[in-house]
Antibody
Framework: QVQLVQSGAEEKKPGSSVKVSCKAS????????FAWVRQAPGQGLEWMGR????????NYAQKFQGRVTFTADEFTGTAYMELSSLRLDDTAVYYC??????????????WGKGTTVTVS | QSVLTQPPSVSAAPGQKVTVSCSGS????????IAWYQHVPGTAPKLLIY???KRPSGIPDRFSGSRSGTSATLHITGLQTGDEANYYC???????????FGGGTKLTVL
């Protein structure tokens, strides 16, 4: 089964950008689709969007439209999430996950351990 | 404010059973299967239930799910102290064209 290994913690200044990586191992990268989810301190899980590497534009949650970009490097099997114009309330743990979407279902089955991004 | 509504907390004694509710609308639970996730702070969330009532490999049958109309329920029997975690329901919302979660329910095993 695939395992997702995320990059280490980041500390950023307001207004800057952060790029979090998510390396997939143990599977065939181009068979996966990816979602990004975050959890701010004391808050619940928040869906940021999903994308299919090499297959059209990503689907971003309205809240993050214009500020977030999902990309992937199929050669290294790594997915990326870049969030720009960082604000204090972007401080959160950011998770990548493989997801499954069909007409009648949607879920995320394999999760990375999370990357802590602190904006201060 | 989360699209899906869950109670903030539930509690029960070891060995007992507990249910966690998740309320939505026709654009999400009413048209899409629900999933449930277990999240212990500081660790990766874990998929517990998908397609309303299916368990991934390795999830004990003490965990089960059901759906009726625009609501869903997570059932946990034979509670163990290791079940203490936050539980989230999640699905897709056709109106928002996005994934959505409930606000999470903190389970305390007394």
């Amino acid at each position: 089964q695939v395992q997702l290994v995320q990059s280490g913690a980041e500390e950023k200044k307001p207004g800057s950008s952060v790029k979090v990586s998510c390396k997939a191992s143990g599977g065939t990268f181009n068979t996966y689709t990816f979602a990004w989810v975050r959890q701010a301190p004391g808050q619940g899980l928040e869906w940021m969007g999903r994308f299919i590497p090499g297959f059209g534009p990503a689907n971003y949650a309205q809240k993050f439209q214009g500020r977030v970009t999902f990309t992937a490097d199929e050669f290294t099997g790594t997915a990326y999430m870049e969030l720009s114009s960082l604000r204090l309330d972007d401080t959160a743990v950011y998770y990548c996950a493989t997801d499954w979407w069909e007409t009648y279902y949607y879920y995320m089955d394999v999760w990375g351990k999370g990357t802590t991004v602190t904006v201060s | 404010q989360s699209v899906l509504t869950q109670p903030p907390s539930v509690s029960a004694a070891p060995g007992q059973k507990v249910t966690v509710s998740c309320s939505g609308s026709a654009s999400n639970i009413g048209n899409k299967f629900i999933a449930w996730y277990q999240h212990v702070p500081g660790t990766a969330p874990k998929l517990l239930i998908y397609d309303n009532n299916k368990r991934p490999s390795g999830i004990p049958d003490r965990f089960s799910g059901s759906r009726s109309g625009t609501s869903a329920t997570l059932h946990i029997t034979g509670l163990q102290t290791g079940d203490e975690a936050n539980y989230y329901c999640g699905t897709w919302d056709n109106s928002l064209t996005s994934g959505v979660f409930g606000g999470g329910t903190k389970l305390t095993v007394l």
